[in-house]
Each structure stands twice: as C-alpha cells, then as structure tokens.
C-alpha cells in the first residue's frame, strides 16, 4: 500500500548506522523540519552532526530532501556541510529520483525517512526506496502540517483496522 510505511521507529537518531550498512544501505535521506530538526529550533544541530558523522563511518550518506526552496534550505544545511535536494515537491516522488540520480544510487540502497505519512512516506514509496516514518520532533506544526496530521489520523485508524497497525519500534527490524 502506497502509504504504508515499512519501517516505523521513533525516530532518525535511533537508526543504527552499522545495521543500515549490513542491509547495504548507502544513503539516507531525510526530510528536514521535525525529523532531523525540530522545525521551530532549527539551531539544535548537534545531534545531526552526530548522527552524519556515524552515517559517514559506516559508509552512509546523508541527504536531507526537503520541499523547501534551495534558499531556504541551504541557509540551514550548508554551514554544516549537509547536502540536500530542495524543491522535491514530495508527495511526488521526483525529488528523491533526482538524488538517486545525483548520487548514482539504486532504490535498494536508499532509505527515505520523514514525520509525515501523506509527504516523506508516499514520496519515498512511489519513488520505490524503503521508508521510514519517525514521530515529529516536536507536537506543535504550522498550520498546513496539521491539516495532514488530522488525515493521518485517519490513515492510521484504517491501517488499525485493516489489519496493519502502525507501531513505533525503538529501532529498525
Ligand atoms: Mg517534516
């Protein structure tokens, strides 16, 4: 199902960049506000310095995919280092096949991991990588965030009924 995440955890910096490379993971690509920062404290960077220099140990690049526009993005990332696709226009999955393209990836060596269901999660099954959904960083979103997270609700009660509940694990199976 094209909105069922296959892998749920709570979220990126619980990803074992060892376990990732076993699985011959090559890259992660991540959305930005509310899973690798917290979208209203975009400073907090530390922890995602942390967690691309063990990405890089083990092999793994990161690469944030984001809806934002280059500007805007690259005034975050670029004083870290971190590249980024911007402009992805997730849901679709373009952004993501543009850095399959740029990196030279092929869809098995890529996880996408997002906070939201109907944007990372669809982008990174409709482009055919593995996804990952994480819980938000932080409960308050702006304003079009929690229009989806009121259909997420909903996805998620079918996913419950249907047979498929959601449950965030602690780390990848
Ligand atoms: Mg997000």
Do not use: C
């Not at 899973?35 to 209203?40: C, F, I, P, S």
């Not at 526009?69 to 992805?88: C, M």
């Not at 849901?91 to 030279?104: E, M, N, V």
């Amino acid at each position: 199902m094209w909105l069922h995440p296959r892998y749920t955890i709570d979220s990126i910096y619980h990803l074992n960049p060892e376990q990732l490379a076993n699985k011959g993971i090559k890259a992660v690509f991540s959305d930005l506000d509310n899973t690798l920062l917290a979208w209203n404290k975009r400073e907090t960077a530390a922890e995602m310095m942390q967690l691309k220099q063990a990405l890089q140990a083990a092999g793994i690049r990161l690469v944030v995919v984001s809806n934002n526009s280059d500007e805007r993005v690259g005034k975050v990332l670029t004083p870290w280092g971190i590249d980024f696709i911007a402009r992805a226009r997730k849901p679709l999955p373009s952004g993501i096949l543009r850095g399959l393209r740029k990196y030279d990836l092929s869809k098995k060596q890529v996880l996408m991991v997002g906070d939201q269901l109907i944007t990372d999660v669809q982008a990174a099954n409709l482009a055919g990588v593995g996804s990952v959904l994480v819980k938000p960083l932080v409960e308050t979103d702006k304003w079009n965030t929690r229009i989806n997270r009121f259909f997420e609700k909903i996805i998620f009660a079918i996913f419950t009924l249907t047979g498929r509940k959601v449950t965030f694990e602690e780390q990848l199976k």
